[in-house]
């Protein structure tokens, strides 16, 4: 009786010495990298933390974040910022880079992805990630969503060809495929079973994928297998997380999918995925954002949010309280261009100038619309769905500038100064909505110099000329569930025809 007392005492003593103390609960706010982010993938080296997303047609690609607390992000450069790493003469917003995997190893950090539209699976490397990232290394196993996983010295790839989670070693150093692609799991029925990442715990591989496809079916499933070839077994209880369910249905917050799972400093386990915004129904325009939740393990299996939905604000374990992210206002002066301002496709260097905080943007001809390659335009992410951004432009001659609010090349939105031959000069709001092209305002004006500022409101948009408004339109109708695509709105400075100089930018979140 005294030997089983011993015993028991024994054990919960090796019990409390093995369960670390509950990090105190903190506010966490999500998304944590808000506005047009999708796709996440994070690496931990010690206490630094980095997310890469995807970016489509957008150059330059693949934005790496770096973050100490899991709150605050900041955008420490572009992943792919050459031509030569980034071909995209055929892209649109539905191609180009899809999802993005990083993983460091020995040193190294990998960043390994698709161009769907330009020559399939690559992965580059770098030291820095903050940059510059090698030339593509380019692979053969196809499929999207490719990930990597080292282990003693071997480098395993895994992506999903013929909607089979497939997984083959590789040789890191020039792609060369060392292994048969081997088939490990088809996801638990679900369609486009896809942004496959393996992991291991104590004795177990975790193959963790996504299914459902990126909308509001999307869900999270899991399998595990205690050899890394499988074979793996489905988790009872999947899907480990959905809002597409009884408890995550009333949300705002849907589309949760696309998840990479990591382990924090101090022992805890995370995962950031994807998710939007929606309202006024089913809509929501900034795209797919990063959002992050708490993993916790039950009999060896990951557990979300403890089963929970998500939410804007949630109390979650985190060994130190993170400030709370401010709301960006920015001045532009364009005296340096930031990694937060992309083009879409190649950028035409010639037509881009700065000299004393006066951007001089030249048209190539190109707008927004399909087929029209390479626009003179400086977008960046929409990341607040009420905020006001402006600029001051100025008309050299014939021609059209002004503000560009992107989403795909079937629905955009332009606020500009433009005049015709020996015309005169006039502030128009147009918007493309497919085969739909609709000036809603054209107000003449004294001359090709105007303040325009755009007033967001999150289901609206109204546009100031010289201070007063002249048109409102519908957030909807730039919508992804209208304007289709995998990204979000994009804003900023653009000039369709002729020359234009650009007094600064203005970017203010009111929230
Ligand atoms: C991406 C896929 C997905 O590669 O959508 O939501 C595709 N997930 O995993 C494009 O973002």
């Known amino acids: 009786m005294r030997k089983l007392a011993s015993t028991a005492i024994l054990l919960l003593a090796i019990a409390c010495a093995q369960t670390p103390e509950p990090a105190p609960e903190c506010l966490l706010r999500n998304p944590i990298i808000p506005g047009f982010n999708p796709d ?9 933390y980095y997310i890469v997303n995807s970016t489509f047609h957008y150059f330059p690609g693949v934005p790496v974040y770096h973050s100490r607390d899991l709150q605050n992000w900041e955008q420490i450069g572009n992943v792919l910022d050459r031509p030569s790493q980034l071909p995209l003469d055929d892209a649109n917003a539905s191609l180009g880079i899809y999802a993005p995997t990083i993983r460091y190893n020995d040193g190294v950090f990998y960043m390994i ?8 699976n690559f992965m580059v490397t770098a030291t820095d990630p903050a940059g510059p990232w090698s030339e593509p290394i380019w692979l053969e196993q196809q499929g999207i969503d490719p990930s990597l996983y080292f282990e003693d010295g071997k480098c395993y790839m895994v992506s999903n060809p013929d909607a089979t989670i497939t997984l083959c070693e590789i040789d890191p150093s020039t792609g060369a495929t060392l292994s048969p692609g081997k088939a490990l799991w088809r996801g638990t029925g679900g369609r486009f079973p896809e942004g496959p990442h393996i992991y291991r715990r104590g004795g177990w591989y975790y193959l963790l994928i996504s299914e459902g496809g990126t909308e509001l079916a999307h869900k999270l499933t899991v399998a595990r297998s205690r050899k890394i070839y499988g074979p793996y077994e489905a988790f009872p209880g999947n899907p480990i997380f959905t809002h597409c369910s009884l408890a995550g249905q009333e949300s705002n917050i849907q589309g949760t999918g696309h998840g990479d799972m990591f382990q924090a400093a101090d022992g805890s386990w995370w995962m950031v995925f994807l998710a939007y915004r929606r309202y006024g129904g089913d809509f929501h325009h900034l795209g797919r954002e990063t959002f992050l939740a708490p993993v916790t393990w039950e009999k060896d299996w990951p557990v979300v949010n403890g089963g929970k939905p998500v939410a804007e604000e949630m109390m979650v374990p985190l060994s130190a309280a993170p400030t709370a992210p401010e709301a960006v206002s920015v001045e532009y002066d364009f005296s ?12 035409e260097a010639r037509n881009y100038s700065v000299a004393n905080g006066i951007l001089t943007l030249k048209g190539s001809g190109s707008g927004f619309d399909w087929g029209n390659p390479r626009p003179t335009a400086l ?25 560009a609010i992107y989403q795909t090349h079937s629905g955009h939105i332009e606020f500009y100064v433009s005049r015709e031959k020996g015309g005169k000069p006039c502030a128009e709001v147009r918007i493309r909505l497919h085969s739909i092209l609709h000036t809603q305002a054209s107000v003449p004006l004294s001359s090709a110099k105007a303040r325009l500022d755009v007033k967001a409101f999150g289901d609206h948009y109204e546009f100031l000329l010289d201070g007063r408004e002249i048109a409102r339109l519908d957030s909807k109708l730039i919508s992804t569930e209208i304007a289709g695509g995998f990204t979000g709105v994009t804003v900023g400075p653009y000039c369709q025809k002729g020359t234009a100089l650009f007094n600064g930018f203005c970017y203010k979140e009111n929230k």
């Open 40 to 48: 996440p993938s994070v690496v931990a080296v010690g206490e630094d």
């Open 113 to 120: 992805t698709t161009n769907v539209s330009g020559g399939g």
């Open 336 to 347: 340096s261009i930031g990694p937060e301002w992309m083009h879409i496709q190649h950028p």
């Open 379 to 403: 977008l960046r992410r929409q990341q607040s769905p009420e905020c006001t951004f402006g600029t001051t432009v100025s008309l050299q001659g014939e021609g059209e500038a002004g503000i």
